[in-house]
DNA sequence: AGAAATTATTTTAAGCCTGAAATGTTTTTG
DNA sequence: CAAAAACATTTCAGGCTTAAAATAATTTCT
């Protein structure tokens, strides 16, 4: 940002990160990431409501059946969104009531059920993901290409370091059991 | 799908900015960045839940009341919260219960309730918080300072296209209605 | 002043979400 | 082969969250 001098002055110029054990540059940082994704959430959500009469939980399950031909099992969409299993199960059930999703036990292995987007399932989705996609360029409408691409990298590289810090401490803890 | 011949290799060289109607970078910034907000958010849910007994908005409650010596109303922290009225009030209930949150109507105006940290609130929550902020930065180890300034940057930017945009709407809307 | 509009909060009904316990199934192991 | 371990999913209890309707208090307008 700047070409401070002397050492003092160093750390009055530069960020926090030279004050030891200051740690609000990471934490003004996560409040905005907070916010700037809190604010598309529930934008998206208004939306896919008022135009679609449904959820965003609902459209992400969707979203994530469609990107495959021969379906996906519940622990397997659970991990790709990130919720609990039993969050997959009443999200499906509601989705299965209403014809947009398939469920039935793999032929080879009872204890797992296979999720299919329905035909009507798989048209509906196509439709919402449309505008989705139209809605979310108009979010990010302000920033240009390269910012974007900026951003794509640099997040990069912030899920890189929260998948390091976030299995650190499952070892960690990992070690304490054993 | 196919692979094409003259004009559109171009599409393929440059980036999909240049392919009008196209927004996947735009899809895949918004997936990355709420893959990061929910690796964080759950880590920090667990964390709180295993050290502390409690929950994110518990503490992102308190958090907000921390910050004030006079109180904030349920509006006001609704709004910095980003959560509905409802929400506040049935979290409050919670921590009032506990003995956390002191809650009580304005006296010029008995519509507003007046919500202040007890003395053992504001004890709890300095503890929590300063846990937190070494959380949060032992996620974001794995960035240095002139990434986490340029993050912020960005995220600062992409917060004002996203104002613009919801606003935007909302001004459209409100035109419909008049 | 009194009616109407506005404002702040709470209530309600419905859905989302979690962690942990329970259930049913398959695989491993003694 | 049968018991035990591992696995996938569901159920359960509890808390969060929302939008919309209801309640309560204040302000505005005539």
Redo the contacts with the bound molecule.
């Keep these: 940002m700047e070409t401070p001098s002397s050492a003092l002055v160093l750390d009055r110029e530069t960020k926090a990160s030279e004050r030891p054990g200051d740690h609000k540059d990471e934490l003004r940082l996560w409040l905005r990431m907070l916010t700037c994704s ?1 604010l598309i959430e ?1 934008e998206i ?2 939306r896919l ?1 008022e135009e679609f009469k ?5 459209f ?2 969707m979203a994530q059946l469609d990107k495959t031909a021969v379906g ?7 991990q790709r ?14 989705l299965v009531t209403d014809g947009l999703v398939d ?1 039935r ?2 032929p ?8 299919t987007l329905t035909a009507q399932g798989r048209k509906v989705f196509r439709a919402m993901a449309e505008r989705h996609e139209d809605w979310i360029a108009e979010l990010f409408a302000g920033l240009d290409q390269p910012a974007i691409a900026q951003l794509f990298r640099l997040l990069g590289e912030t899920k890189t370091s929260l998948h390091r810090a976030i299995a650190g401490r499952a070892g960690e803890a990992a070690k304490g059991d054993a």
Tied chains: 1, 2.
């Design positions: 809190t529930t959500r208004n409501r449904t959820t965003l939980p609902r992400d399950l996906m099992t519940v622990g397997e969409v659970s969104l990130m919720v609990s299993n039993g969050n997959v199960t009443a999200v499906v059930a509601g469920k036990s793999a080879q292995d009872r204890r797992v059920q296979i999720l």
